[in-house]
């Protein structure tokens, strides 16, 4: 009776450290198994500038959502977004990709508007900045074309 006592206490904490790994690998990677907390808006950029998948989305400096998808549509860059539940974003508020330092990471920034409509699910964000690219800026310059 002794061996299976151990063996059960062996088994118990075997799946107790199963299940916090699974529990920490599901928090970590930000999913979410039951219900969404989130809501998608969408918004087309001319040039998406190297914004990817998992990138943040901000206002005023706190994170709000994520980038979910970049795809391509008439020749200009649909970026899909998944924004918290608890942030509202007016329909004119504007949407600029920007960079987290010089050489750093790519994020989008909203900019509230002022307006009362509020986006709701599968909106769009009609206001656009593209990234502003340093190679083409450069370029001009050299060529004397600024």
Same mark, same amino acid.
């Given at each position: 009776?002794?061996?299976?006592? &151990?063996?059960?206490?062996?088994? &118990?904490?075997? &799946?107790? +450290?199963? &299940?916090?790994?699974?529990?920490?690998?599901?928090?970590? +990677?930000?999913?979410?198994?039951?219900?969404?907390?989130?809501?998608?808006?969408?918004?087309?950029?001319? @040039?998406?500038?190297?914004?990817?998948?998992?990138?943040?989305?901000?206002?005023?400096?706190?994170? /709000?959502?994520? /980038?979910? @998808? /970049?795809?391509? @549509?008439?020749?200009?860059?649909?970026?899909?977004?998944?924004?918290?539940?608890? /942030?509202?974003?007016?329909?004119?508020?504007?949407?600029?990709?920007?960079?987290? +330092?010089?050489?750093?990471?790519?994020?989008?920034?909203?900019?509230?508007?002022?307006?009362?409509?509020?986006?709701?699910?599968?909106? #769009?964000?009609?206001?656009?900045?593209?990234?502003?690219?340093?190679?083409?800026?450069?370029? #001009?310059?050299?060529? +004397?074309?600024?």
């Amino acid at each position: 009776m002794k061996k299976f006592d &151990l063996e059960f206490a062996v088994g &118990l904490f075997v &799946l107790a +450290g199963f &299940l916090s790994l699974v529990y920490l690998s599901i928090q970590l +990677g930000g999913l979410e198994l039951v219900g969404t907390n989130y809501y998608i808006i969408t918004a087309e950029f001319e @040039k998406a500038g190297g914004i990817k998948p998992g990138a943040t989305v901000e206002i005023a400096g706190v994170e /709000v959502g994520k /980038v979910k @998808k /970049v795809s391509l @549509k008439n020749y200009q860059a649909v970026v899909y977004m998944s924004i918290k539940k608890d /942030v509202q974003i007016q329909e004119d508020a504007i949407a600029s990709i920007k960079t987290k +330092g010089i050489i750093g990471e790519k994020y989008i920034q909203i900019t509230p508007g002022g307006s009362e409509k509020i986006l709701a699910e599968g909106g #769009k964000i009609r206001e656009t900045e593209s990234a502003l690219d340093l190679e083409e800026l450069l370029s #001009k310059y050299i060529f +004397g074309k600024i």
